[in-house]
């Protein structure tokens, strides 16, 4: 009797608690019809509100602003383009060279202003100075505005330390010969004269015949002696003959040809002084 009687005592629980749970689902679901009858009701009053149409001032002022925003945006044709202003002139620079004075180009040497000229490039009016190699026989074009890539002549303080470095011992590195003609080439083309002295200090084999030179180490080595030479002769306002014998006495070259040449021009000038009558 007890068993059963708990039977209909939970039977009758559960149906209530069923009847609660459903009397709240459809409360629920009362109110969300009342907020979406709300929501379609503000829908058509919005709509039957008139849409105000924008002035044309509004939509220029509008696009303006996108323009501003997005500025990879593409522009219109009717549209105002931003007004692009060329320069006519170039950037004025204070002129260091004059015409006629030796200046070092690093690339190319020792070369002299000839004249100062005006040339147009792309609608914009340059200055350059115009460039003599006698060397290369060629000429060259610098403008004004790039002129610190020139180099004026050195002193005779800096030929006399060029000197010093020329008659001290070589320095050879041990790594590969083409990292090292790297070095070398970009040394010579610095322009700078003791970069170069150091480069024909240790390209220079002096007069030992034994020791094997290959043609790209004799081509540096020519360039860089080349361009030392005339930048001597230039200075010292001597005769390129004399320059050659400061270097090569510097650097133990061709003593014994210049030996030679001096007994020679002694033997001719005593064979001259006996042929003409007392």
Not at 26 to 34: H, L, T
Not at 50 to 67: A, F, G, H, R, S
Not at 127 to 154: C, I, W
């Amino acid at each position: 009797m007890k068993n059963i009687l708990k039977k209909i005592l939970n039977k009758k629980k559960t149906k209530k608690i069923v009847k609660k749970k459903t009397k709240t689902v459809k409360k629920v679901s009362k109110v969300k019809k009342k907020v979406k009858v709300a929501k379609v009701i503000k829908a058509k009053k919005i709509s039957k509100e008139p849409i105000k149409k924008k002035t044309i001032k509004e939509q220029k002022k509008q696009e303006k602003v996108d323009t501003k925003s997005d500025p990879l945006r593409i522009p219109k044709n009717n549209e105002q383009k931003p007004e692009i202003k060329k320069v006519k002139k170039q950037e004025t620079e204070k002129k260091i060279f004059k015409v006629k004075d030796y200046v070092v180009y690093p690339k190319h040497g020792v070369g002299q202003i000839t004249e100062t000229k005006k040339i147009n490039i792309g609608g914009i009016d340059v200055e350059t100075y115009v460039l003599k190699f006698e060397k290369d026989k060629a000429n060259g074009m610098v403008p004004v505005n790039k002129q610190s890539h020139l180099r004026p002549l050195a002193t005779i303080n800096q030929i006399n330390k060029c000197v010093s470095i020329l008659k001290s011992k070589p320095k050879i590195k041990r790594s590969m010969w083409s990292r090292r003609a790297q070095e070398y080439e970009a040394k010579i083309s610095s322009g700078k004269i003791y970069e170069l002295a150091e480069v024909v200090r240790d390209l220079n084999k002096g007069d030992d015949i034994m020791i094997d030179q290959s043609y790209s180490e004799r081509q540096l080595f020519e360039k860089a002696y080349e361009r030392l030479l005339v930048e001597f002769q230039i200075v010292m306002g001597s005769s390129l003959e004399d320059a050659q014998k400061k270097l090569d006495k510097a650097l133990k070259r061709n003593l014994e040809k210049q030996a030679q040449k001096i007994e020679e021009k002694s033997v001719a000038e005593e064979e001259i002084s006996q042929e003409i009558p007392e």
